[in-house]
T-cell receptor
Framework: NAGVTQTPKFQVLKTGQSMTLQCAQD?????MYWYRQDPGMGLRLIYY???????DKGEVPNGYNVSRLNKREFSLRLESAAPSQTSVYFC?????????????FGSGTRLTVV | GNSVTQMEGPVTLSEEAFLTINCTYT??????LFWYVQYPGEGLQLLLK?????DKGSNKGFEATYRKETTSFHLEKGSVQVSDSAVYFC???????????FGTGTRLTIIP
């Protein structure tokens, strides 16, 4: 019962480098999400995918792109990393069509941009 | 959209003390309400939830009651343990809107 798996767990990038954060879920959930967590800011939604083949911007999408590769996988790409993107990134998934079930979260990726 | 306001932290309590973490929300309609817990170095885990007014969610000795009249969902536990030390997040979601809105989190530390 893996749930939501994120890779890598830790990453250090130089300013301007690119990278992709990977996320996969094995619960057959339709909806997937990317959040960032910063001290004192709580969780902020970057992008989400309500179903396979669709993606939408969240609260803080600038500097990021996403791909819903298939029903299981939802990746987050930083094309040109900036120090302001230093954060902990969480992927989550949920059943679609209702808000009553809540989300299942991955264990996070701690990203430092120097 | 929804907004969630929760008690500023950090909160420090002695073991076996009574815990309350306040959470209030603003929303159109009747959201589902959640408490998540985040242990050090881990992701968020669903602690409890309530989907309609007057529902009480409970888990691991924690409870929260959905109060429509005060738009609140306060988290309580009668006797906390050191193992309850974590960050607690309140969240709200509307039916048909899959996005959860989170509060900023409350860090709880329990000292022996």
């Amino acid at each position: 019962n893996a749930g939501v798996t994120q890779t890598p767990k830790f990453q250090v990038l130089k300013t301007g480098q690119s990278m992709t954060l990977q996320c996969a879920q094995d619960m057959n959930h339709n909806s997937m999400y990317w959040y960032r967590q910063d001290p004192g800011m709580g969780l902020r939604l970057i992008y989400y995918s309500a179903s396979e083949g669709t993606t939408d911007k969240g609260e803080v999408p600038n500097g990021y792109n996403v791909s819903r590769l298939n029903k299981r996988e939802f990746s987050l790409r930083l094309e040109s990393a900036a120090p302001s993107q230093t954060s902990v990134y969480f992927c989550a998934s949920s059943e679609s069509g209702t808000g009553t079930y809540g989300y299942t979260f991955g264990s996070g990726t701690r990203l430092t941009v120097v | 959209g929804n907004s969630v306001t929760q008690m500023e932290g950090p909160v420090t309590l002695s073991e076996e003390a009574f815990l309350t973490i306040n959470c209030t929300y603003t929303a159109t309609g009747y959201p589902s309400l959640f408490w998540y817990v985040q242990y050090p170095g881990e992701g968020l885990q669903l602690l409890l939830k309530a989907t309609k007014a007057d529902d009480k969610g409970s888990n691991k000795g924690f409870e929260a009651t959905y109060r429509k009249e005060t738009t609140s969902f306060h988290l309580e536990k009668g006797s906390v343990q050191v193992s309850d030390s974590a960050v607690y997040f309140c969240a709200a979601s509307n039916f048909g809107n899959e996005k959860l809105t989170f509060g900023t989190g409350t860090r709880l530390t329990i000292i022996p």
